[in-house]
């Protein structure tokens, strides 16, 4: 059985690898399986990608090219960098059981770029595989903001 304690090290590890932009680390965390979801603005918790639109809806596959890409200077929306700071806050263990954990947290992400500096906030829900090394199976990250306005596109991760 995890602790919140030993949750929440991983989940502040896991934002400090992006804030660092320490990407290819952060995809390291996933499981093989895993997927990362951030769901239109608004959506609500049981939101499925399969039945509605999705501003991120990746596998690993291709979670692993998005880092490709996002590390690249082909990712003009990225290049250079945004600056981000993420705060967690109200980590919950939801449910345990069989060496899996579902996790919920709420979270602020600044992002600052030429000058602007935008706020994207919301909930992530985790499920974290607890079979030897803590990994991320799953990740979705709901905006709570009814619209992306005024930052208009998501384009650093969550």
């Given amino acids: 059985m995890l602790a919140r304690a030993e949750v929440e ?35 609500a ?24 890409r996002l590390m690249s200077a082909a990712a003009h929306s990225e290049f250079p960098r945004s600056h981000t700071a993420r705060m967690l806050g109200n980590v919950r263990i939801l449910r345990q059981e069989q060496g899996r954990a579902e996790i919920g947290c709420t979270f602020i992400t600044y992002r600052s770029k030429r000058s602007k500096t935008d706020a994207f906030f919301g909930h992530h829900r985790y499920v974290l595989d607890s079979h030897g090394e803590l990994r991320i199976a799953s990740k979705r990250s ?11 596109r998501v384009s650093i991760i969550l």
Avoid: C, M
Wanted: hydrophobic letters at 45%; zero cysteines; a negative charge.
């Fill in 45 to 68: 918790d049981d939101a499925d990608s399969a039945k509605s639109l999705f501003y991120i809806a990746d596998d690993y596959s291709r979670l692993r090219a998005r880092v490709k």
């Fill in 142 to 152: 709901f905006l709570d903001a009814d619209n992306l306005r005024p930052q208009g």
């Fill in 9 to 43: 090290d991983f989940l502040f590890h896991e934002t400090a690898l992006l804030d660092a932009w320490r990407l290819e680390e952060w995809l390291a965390l996933f499981t093989e399986d895993a997927v990362y979801e951030v769901p239109t603005a608004g959506s």
